[in-house]
């Protein structure tokens, strides 16, 4: 009895130096900084607890000590964070990040929700690291020109608004597709910003080829966005830099919070700091500086357990006036006023069904969209477009392993145009249009063109096999034509390995510039060729390769030169043929902390434009581009980020001018060109770099960053101008440095 006793008192006296302390501390999205409830919280060899509806979380009794804590709920990234408890006080509360939830961007060759195992390139990048590419202004369909496969197009460039150049096409070989549906343009005025924020984007699938039936109308490559639903959490942010300003606004309709709402709209900023950038003595002024908006705004319903509804609206804004004062002699009417307006807005409403055998989704778009180019010297081109359309895609487990998935569409576009306008140039035309001297195209009048597009394919899955058989037709029906594409497709895991195959034909129809006024045109045909591979070669870094054949035939060409078609009832022939091969590798490391990635692509574009006419490269060719980037996040509680970007590409293919012939009845000098593409620009590289500063509030949070592209000022030519009897040439670059500089607030 004496014992015991002494043994309660010795326990009693003890209790207060044994006691521990309370640790408390908030889990939230990385992404968006909202609460994350009914997140599993450990402390590493001891308690275990759940965040509640507000993302909060408490150990009430730790012993002083050092420990790792960690913080889970799929389908986030779970993460690690360190926790000292010292005796005297509680530490303070910790904020533990989640990352990944909301988009990831398929890279190289793999398309979304396809079945497993992963293709070459199916390496998925997170929200988190796509956002803080450095270069990119935390936009995703920016930081996507840092895969393999994209050229470099440079920003404020004639190539930058075109679009995306894949594997050494033009843009118009590849489609941007939002929801299913492609749209006219991705990026505002010099590609300074996509026309989706971030915020808006579900998950990006970049396929630079072979890409699977349910897909067409490209000859080379598709990017194709997923756009988001808004969170059942009531939640937004405000933002302000050099680029633009923008609001964003999402959260539940109703307390049974089925249904939710996203909200977003931006402004350009680039109109108030670019007059500082721009030389004073110049020739060329601005009488509208360029700005931009657009706009975004999506509802979601969740019908029943298996239906989800979806509504979503979103349009742009672009527009520019400038005046130039230099005198031309070649090309007198370049002198005087110019303007350009750009705008489009489109409507996407979906139902989709979600069983355990059957998913079919079912869409309707309807879209607007317009161009006012107008100058003094009685040139224009005004061109308004009004479409519609329909598309539905099922997927069926017939038995397993077995699987098929069919579809098909039906777009209707009518245009109304008044051209006035010189013949623009096409595929190594190495001559820009004379205002003054080409006759132009005339042409007013309103035109009609459906498409229309049918698949199929069979899947097969068991074990390390997946394979795919199938095939699209893709009617062009304003051309009368209509073609069937087979496509396949088979993947193998084979160990840490997974070895992928594809082959099919893709078409391009002709809807490029004036080629939709000719309707004895036919589409452009590809057969695309791909074989890759993917090893892990240790935890958290993975190698992958992808080498690629396409054959060309039906290209569209000049029936003769471009001067001389001005005015001719038929000036393009199907007749010209090329070819594109080469190989991607892809290096990818990542960590609790860290993100980094090194593309190369190695690749050669040719072409001949007659059978009796010598093999060139295509415009865009660029024979080598290595990309590097890397970000290391740091500091307490994460909350500095710092990365770099560099990247190192083969010039653009230009083709030189060799003399110049003086014509008197016109009083101008004519040039003469030496071999189509047989030079380049100069070798071009840069350095990015972006920097983050977060700091974390009771429930909000304000990020700083500064977003730098080429911080060492190497701007790269990418064309030359001459002197007016071409005896001087002059290179004409990219804007040498793009800060940016900006500040998030969010809740």
Known sequence: ??????????????????????????????????????????????????????????????????????????????????????????????????????????????????????????????????????????????????????????????????????????????????????????????????????????DVSYQPGGFGVDEGRASSGIVAVNTRRGSAQLGGFAEVSFINGGLFLQGPIGSSRRATFAVSARRSLIDTFLPAVLPKDGSLSFTVLPKYYDWQARVDWQAADRWQLSAFLFGTYDGVAFASTADNPNDPALTGDFKNDTQFTRFIASATYEGPRLRNRLSLTGDTSGLVFDTSADRYAHFTAYGGG??????????????????????????????????????????????????????????????????????????????AAGGRYDGALYNRSHIFQPRTEAKVTLGKNRVRATAGLYTRPPQYNDENLYPELKPERAWQFTLGGERELREGLTAQATAFYTDRRGLIVYASNRADASNVDHPYVNRGTGRTYGAELLLTTRGPSHFAWLAYTLSRSVRRDAPEMAERLFDFDQTHNVILVGSYRFGKQKHWQAGARFQLTTGKPWTPVTGSVFNSDLNYYRPTYGTLNSERTELQHQLDVRIDRTWFFNKWRMKAFLDVQNVYLHPAAYAYQYSYDYSQKDAIKTIPILPSLGLRGEF
Do not use: C
Not at 116 to 145: C, K, M, N, S
Not at 433 to 454: I, L
């Open 390 to 467: 329909v598309r539905d895609e099922l997927r069926y487990t017939i038995i397993e392993p077995l699987s098929i998935k069919a579809g098909g569409e039906y777009l209707y576009q009518w245009w109304d145009l008044a051209i006035k306008f010189p013949r623009p140039p096409k595929e190594g035309d190495p001559m820009m249009p004379s205002f003054t001297f080409d006759p132009p195209v005339e042409t007013a009048g309103t035109y009609r063109v459906p498409n229309a597009a049918a698949w199929t394919a069979a899947e097969w899955q068991k074990g390390r096999w997946f394979l």
């Open 1 to 202: 009895m004496k014992l015991l006793l002494t043994t309660v008192l010795v326990l009693a006296t003890a209790a207060p130096a044994l006691a521990g302390q309370p640790v408390q501390g908030i889990v939230l999205d990385g992404s968006t900084a909202l609460p994350i409830p009914g997140a599993t919280v450990r402390i590493v060899g001891g308690a275990v607890t759940l965040t509640d509806k507000y993302g909060r979380f408490q150990f009430n009794d730790v012993a002083p000590g050092t420990y790792s804590v960690e913080a889970a709920k799929p389908p986030f990234q779970s993460i690690a964070d360190t926790l000292v408890v010292a005796a005297e006080s509680p530490p303070e509360p910790l904020q533990l990040l989640l990352i990944g939830e909301v988009a990831s961007v398929a890279l190289v060759e793999e398309a979304p929700k396809r079945p497993p195992p992963p293709a070459p390139g199916g390496t998925e990048v997170a929200r988190e690291e796509i956002t803080h590419v450095p270069g990119a202004r935390g936009d995703v369909l920016t930081a996507v020109q840092s895969l393999p496969g994209m050229a470099n197009v440079g920003t404020f460039t004639m190539n930058a608004g075109d679009g995306l150049i894949i594997r050494g096409s033009s843009p118009a070989d590849s489609r941007v597709l939002v929801d299913g549906f492609e749209v006219p343009l991705l990026y505002h005025f010099g590609a300074v910003q996509s026309i989706l924020p971030s915020e808006m984007i579900d």
